[in-house]
Each structure stands twice: as C-alpha cells, then as structure tokens.
C-alpha cells in the first residue's frame, strides 16, 4: 500500500495520460512516446524548478495530500451521561452554552483556545491579512506576522541594513489594534534569519508597541527557508540586494536577457537555514525583553524528535511563553509540493512526542510553557482532540490555511454582492451582506451601527470562528467538562490498536474496562 501519490496532483496542475499507473513512481503503466506530457516530469523537463511548487503562486495556499498512517480521524471523542465538571451538574446549569473556552497565554485573555499563526510575505497572506486580523481581534485571539513581511515590503526604509519603517508591517498591526476590544487577543511578530538581520523585531517592540515576539526554528510544510516567487526582475534584484537568496540570478547578463526576451518568466525569493541552539535562544529571549519584550514565543517545526527535545529544552530555559510545535501535513502559501508531503513528523506523532517529551521536563520541575499544536487543524473537533492529545501541555491549537479560506471566501463574496453575480451556493440566503453573512448579527450587537464598516472577509473569519466556539462547546459539554482546564487525554479514544501504541491513549476495546466490571459486579 502506498500513502503517496508521486508525480502527478492537482496541486501542482499535473495529471497522467493513463488512469493505471505504478504507485511507487507515480508513472503510467506504460510511458507513450508521443504524449504531450502532462505529468511532473514531463512538465519539469520543459519548464525546470516552476513544477516543484503549487500553482498558481499567489492564488492558493496548499497542504499535503499523503495519507498518514495515523491522523486525528483515528480517534473519537469520549462522551458521558453523568455529572459534569466545571459547572453544578443540573440539567438547568449544565447546558452547551455554559460551557467556557476562555484562556489565558500570561495576561493576554483569548476568547477560544485558537489562534492564527505565521502569515508572512507570501502574496496570498498579504492580500488577505486585512479579513485575518479584523476578524480575529473583532472575536477576541491572536494573529501572528510571520517571516520576511518588513524585508520583502518595496516601501520599506532600511539604514545601515537595519528597518527604520515598513508600512506593510504598520499596516498588519493598525489593522488589529483598531479592531481589538476589550484587551482579548493580540498581534505575534515573527523572525527568522533574515529579520534577525534586519532588526525587525527590535522595529516592531521599539517604534511599534509589541509586546509579543516569535522566534522561528521552523514549520510543518517544509524544512528549509521561506520562498516568494517574483515576477519583475527589479524586484528580485532589490531583495536579492536587502540578502536574500534570489534564484535565478537577477544579476546574470544571460538571465537579464533571456528576461527580456521572456524565456525566465519569475524569480524565487528564498530564506536562509537556521542554525539553532539552546544557547541562541535564551540569548535572543533576553536581549528582546531587554528592548522591551513581555512575552516570547518560540516556533518549531517537523523535525526529527532530539530538533523536538531541543526546542523544549531551549523553551525551559529561556522562559518561553509559547511554543508552537508545527507538525508536518499542514498548510503553506508557497513550499515544494514534493517536500510538503514527504518530509517531517506529521501532527499526530509530533504531538504524541511532544506530551512524552513535556511531561518529563514537568516530572523535573522544570518550566514547560503553554503549548500550541499546528499542522492541519480546522474544525472543532480537531481543536478538541488536539487540546486532548497533549492536555495538560497543549492549551491552544494554531492555525493558518483554515482562515486564510474563510478571509478568502468573505473578501470574494463581498464583491459577487457588489456585483450582482452571487454564486448559488450563497444567493439562496439573500441578496446582500445582512442577509447572506450571519455574524452580522453578533458584530452589530458589538458595533452598532458600525458594523457596517466591518469588511465581509473580517466577517467571515469571525463566523467561522464563531461556528468553531459553538462546536468546541457543544463537544466539551457531551464530555461534561465545562472549562478547558478539564480536558484530559482521557477525552479521547484511540479507534486502532496502531493508534493507541503510537500515542498510549487507550485502545476502544480496552476502555474503561476495569470500572465497567465494577458497575457490573460489585
């Protein structure tokens, strides 16, 4: 059996000639001299590197279509018809809607144990930030900046290689402090080591008020630096002189040329590696609470378990506020299809790690920070198996594709309204935004009149949002817990023997096996 799919996707605008194929090299049965070539390799051998990426760069984000041994479908969520912990066990108290999905990272209150993380330079991040943020401080989480947004910015000021001013960084954080209210919520700004070069985070805590910074060791999609594609080749030499690795050359006579002559079609903006260390961290923790920092996050991705056990351990020591553990299968604006979906630990196992490796370090004493797991979450019921799976070390659940589609489907409606050209799937609900976009509702109970003022992308994050919060109070309250501290591995049961063994959650058959025999016997 293979979990792979090599050499053609929809991902990539790829297909085979034949409907039999070897799966193990992705080829057809038989390769026909005379086809057009519509495969990876095929289009690789006319068109080079283009096909190592998703297409069309800028319009999709991807995510990875291998299909795990294990995920979170291999586990259910537990339920009960008795008590209730959290709330009086009264049919009257102990109702859904009672149920509490308020937490805390430090001070900073979140109205759902949710955030959105690491929406950097690529274009499809920045042309819908706007919905991601408004909506995500209208309904009370945070949002993360991610990599390269003030050296990839074409207006940015930088003197002596440092970053004086960025308006598209100004822009990202304007565009979630107007909204927020009430304090919920806030803005994470991350770096990696291009920004480090850059300064940015001491720009964003010095001249624009964040209290909350990332460093980035990595993410699930890939294991290497970040990438933009560019398609003007001034822009390729301005990045390629801010120290970006710019390929190809925008300084190569033959490629200036063949640019000209419209052979070389884009260019790729690529992010160094990383060199990480328990030692840099703490380092890097302390100099930016020095400048101002009130709370740190580190940012890790799919990597083998001893790069997991370093970045706890890295996260112990410097006093971390947050770690975010990316697990391999989530989502990207741009990574290479292949690496997407063959490198890296995926979400399931990397958590599975991740509860052994922090519940050591607590056994000791020692600092564990609040956890946040990634890699593909983007309903209720995986923020609940999620919380679960890692409780009492996991407490939130980061996202990144999911919201994007919601800012996504909003912003783009929003102008099938204007135009009168309302796909069906909607216009049965109505003809403009009251009637189509049911957070309308909560938003004018919040705005007043202003709700109006509320672009449809903000309106959808903060739907689907809202749907989230219903959902993950709906299965909180058939487990009977009432506040998220009482979610405890125990909510979950493992459907397959694999599954159990993977993650020591208990086996379906093997489930309260010896409490049951008490209820009968006893």
């Not at 792979?4 to 057809?28: H, I, V």
């Not at 806030?186 to 460093?215: A, C, H, K, P, W």
């Not at 020692?366 to 799976?389: C, M, N, Q, S, Y």
């Not at 109006?452 to 994050?461: E, F, H, R």
Request: proline residues 5%.
């Amino acid at each position: 059996m293979s979990f792979s799919k090599p050499n053609f996707s929809e991902a990539t605008l790829t297909r085979l000639r034949l409907k039999d194929y070897s799966p193990f090299s992705g080829m057809c049965v038989t390769c026909l001299d005379g086809c057009p070539g519509y495969c990876e390799i095929a289009k690789s051998g006319v068109r080079g590197r283009e096909y190592i990426y998703p297409k069309p760069y800028g319009k999709v984000t991807s995510a990875s279509e291998k299909d795990y041994p294990i995920d979170f479908s291999h586990f259910n969520i537990n339920g009960t018809c008795v008590g209730a912990l959290g709330v009086e066990p009264d049919p009257d108290k102990a109702t859904f809607p009672a149920v509490d999905i308020e937490t805390r990272i430090g001070d900073i209150k979140l109205r759902g144990p949710w955030f959105t993380t690491g929406l950097g330079s690529t274009f499809i991040a920045r042309d819908n930030w706007e919905g991601v943020a408004i909506g995500s401080a209208l309904f009370g989480t945070m949002v993360g900046v991610g990599e390269n947004v003030c050296g990839v910015d074409p207006d940015a000021e930088i003197k002596n290689g440092k970053v004086v001013r960025s308006p598209e960084m100004e822009r990202r954080i304007r565009l979630f402090k107007e909204w927020q209210r009430d304090n919920y919520g806030g803005v994470i700004v991350q770096e990696n080591v291009e920004d480090s070069r850059l300064g940015t985070l001491e720009y964003v805590i010095e001249q624009l008020g964040i209290e909350f910074v990332e460093i980035k060791w990595g993410q699930g999609a890939k294991d290497i630096g970040g990438e933009i594609k560019l398609s003007d080749i001034k822009r390729a030499k301005q990045l390629k002189d801010r120290g970006y690795i710019v390929f190809p050359d925008p300084d190569d006579p033959i490629i200036q040329d063949l640019y000209q002559k419209g052979g070389i079609k884009e260019f790729e903006r690529h992010s160094r590696l990383g060199m990480a260390s328990v030692e840099g961290f703490v380092k890097r923790a302390e100099e930016l609470r020095r400048r101002g920092a009130k709370y740190i996050s580190l940012k890790t991705g799919a990597y083998r378990p001893k790069d997991l056990a370093l970045a706890l351990r890295a996260a112990s020591e410097g006093k971390a506020d947050l770690l975010i553990v990316d697990g391999a299968g989530g989502g990207t604006g741009m990574s290479p299809w292949r690496m997407m979906n063959e490198w890296g630990i995926p979400t399931v196992y990397l958590e599975a790690l991740t509860y052994k490796y922090a519940k050591m370090l607590a056994e000791k004493g020692k600092h564990v920070p609040t956890i946040a797991i990634a890699g593909g979450f983007t309903l209720e019921d995986h923020i609940f198996k999620g919380l679960a799976l890692g409780a009492p070390y996991v407490k939130l659940v980061a996202m990144g594709r999911a919201t994007l589609t919601a800012a996504m489907v909003g912003k783009n409606l929003g102008e099938w309204i204007k135009k009168g050209t309302i796909p069906k799937e909607y216009a049965e609900y109505g003809n403009d935004i009251e009637e189509i976009f049911v957070a309308v509702a909560e938003i004018k109970k919040i705005l007043g009149d202003d709700w109006k003022k509320v672009p449809p992308a903000a309106l959808s994050v903060y739907g689907y949002f809202d749907r989230l919060a219903v959902g993950l109070k709906q299965f909180m309250a058939g487990a009977r817990k009432f506040k998220l501290e009482y979610i405890t591995r125990d909510d979950i049961v493992a459907l397959t023997k694999e599954a159990a063994e993977v993650t020591g959650i208990p086996y379906v058959m093997d489930l309260d096996h010896e409490e049951s025999m008490k209820i009968l016997f006893d």
